[in-house]
């Protein structure tokens, strides 16, 4: 056991000195709770605080007050990104989920998640969605509240071009996962030049390739990672993790403290980027999306680990726990 007085500190909640810490309690000394309130730096959020975030559903509404979101993703050899993903969208209260895909990748698309609606594209010779649907993916920009972009998309010629053109012509919130990132290595600045708020969620080895070095480096000071990440995109970073980390402006960090090794598995990130477009579908400033996003799939995959154990936990298990997450934080 550790206690920490008045507040969680930084070595109790980063790794590797968190391992040591055991079960953390947090006591008050009597510091009044207003000097805490200018404090800029790290900072958890409660299950209540994440709670206060949520709107209340008025007993009328209908899909159309939920947002429509639009993932683009997928290819022949990883279609299994884009339907995780777009379950999890559908799992997070967004009213529509559309997914643009590659049409090679027709029938794996199409064998979960009957609730999404279908965007088949035109595939390139690599199995991934080809330049030539730029066109008609802008169309969909204007009919959508905001737009996922890279599970499992694969990264050419065809998905870099496609991606700078979703950055520099979409004016509703963008998100970018994996291959989106990767796609655009070459060219990360393009970010800044989208007028609408974008969140980027790269991995250590996805954060090592925007900044030039090697994931150990990463992984030494990731707080000062995500404050480079920032600097470099202008974007809402979700550094993922143990430990998350999301920052919106290089200053604030918010570390989240739900998850667990089990969900070190292929497609737990597909997971989380489907939450947090629901939730800017949803109308959720991108900063909350990107924090209350993380929260949830790390509770999900909590929920997910008590049913199935560490060992055998897949991605498919956590989708099937956020309903059950949802829940308990918004009731």
């Known amino acids: 056991m550790t206690i920490a007085v008045m507040a969680l500190k930084n070595s109790l909640v980063t790794f590797p000195a968190a391992e ?7 006591v008050p000394i009597g510091i009044p709770e207003e000097i805490f309130s200018e404090y800029t730096g790290a900072y958890t959020l409660s299950p209540d605080e994440i709670r206060a975030k949520f709107p209340h559903r008025k007993e009328n509404a209908n899909k159309g007050d939920f947002g429509k979101g639009l993932i683009i993703a997928g290819s022949y050899d990883m279609p299994g990104a884009a339907v995780i993903a777009s379950a999890a969208a559908v799992n997070s209260g967004a009213g529509l989920i559309k997914l643009a ?7 794996a698309v199409t064998s979960s998640c009957p ?14 969605i080809s330049s030539q649907n730029i066109k008609k993916i802008e169309d969909e920009l204007g009919k959508c509240d905001a737009v996922l972009i890279g599970c499992g998309m694969g990264c050419d010629h065809d998905t870099a071009a496609i991606a700078e053109a979703v950055l520099k012509s979409s004016a509703v919130p963008v998100i970018i996962d994996a291959d989106g990132i990767n796609a655009l290595k070459g060219n990360i600045n393009v970010i800044k030049s989208c007028l609408s708020p974008v969140v980027i969620t790269p991995h250590p080895g996805e954060a090592a390739r925007i900044l030039g070095c090697t994931v150990g480096e990463i992984e030494k000071d990731r707080k000062a990672a995500c404050k480079a990440i920032f600097e470099k995109t202008g974007a809402v970073v979700v550094l993922k993790g143990s430990r998350t980390i999301v920052t919106a402006n290089g200053i604030d960090f918010y570390v989240n403290l739900t998850g667990n090794p089990g969900m070190a598995t292929g497609g737990s990130g597909d997971v989380l980027t489907g939450v947090i477009l629901a939730l800017l579908a949803q109308g959720y400033p991108a900063e909350d999306a990107a924090k209350i996003g993380t929260y949830i799939h790390g509770l999900a995959g ?30």
């Open 20 to 26: 040591f810490a055991g079960n953390v309690i947090v």
């Open 115 to 128: 609730e999404k609606i279908l965007l088949p594209l035109m595939t390139n010779n690599n199995g991934r």
């Open 302 to 331: 909590d929920i997910a680990q008590k049913k199935q154990g560490m060992i055998g936990l897949i991605a498919s298990d956590i989708v099937t726990c956020l309903p059950t997450a949802w829940r308990l934080v918004s009731e």
């Open 101 to 107: 895909f590659p049409d090679k990748a027709y029938p």
